[in-house]
């Protein structure tokens, strides 16, 4: 029986959510005034809930902006853009300074 690609999709991202996360349980526990798990769970939660909506208004976001294309298609929203468009020179600047930033604190 052929393996559905959404779940294997989906499980892909949970499972690189938490190599990512993983290590930075202790840290971040030892870190925390008045330890407790009740405590941990809560700072969990909050940080997968910031984290949820910000992907949200993302998609949300980037959905609107391509909403309607040039072409009529939804298909392929990257012909909406040009080769020199400043708004993809700010992702990419944006992406490489997520990179940069975040790699240190996986090290810690």
Not at 9 to 30: D, E, K, R
Not at 35 to 58: E, I, N
Not at 60 to 87: P, Q, W
């Amino acid at each position: 029986q052929p393996i559905d690609r959404s779940v294997l999709l989906g499980g892909a991202s949970v499972v690189a959510f938490a190599f990512n996360a993983h290590f930075n349980v202790i840290p971040i526990y030892a870190a925390l005034r008045g330890r407790s798990p009740g405590r941990m769970k809560a700072v969990v939660g909050t940080a997968v809930s910031g984290s949820g909506l910000l992907y949200s208004a993302v998609g949300i976001l980037g959905y609107l902006l391509v909403m309607h294309t040039a072409n009529g298609s939804r298909e392929n929203f990257l012909s909406c853009f040009t080769v020199k468009d400043i708004s993809f020179d700010v992702v990419r600047a944006l992406f490489g300074m997520s990179v940069v930033l975040t790699l240190p604190g996986m090290t810690c």
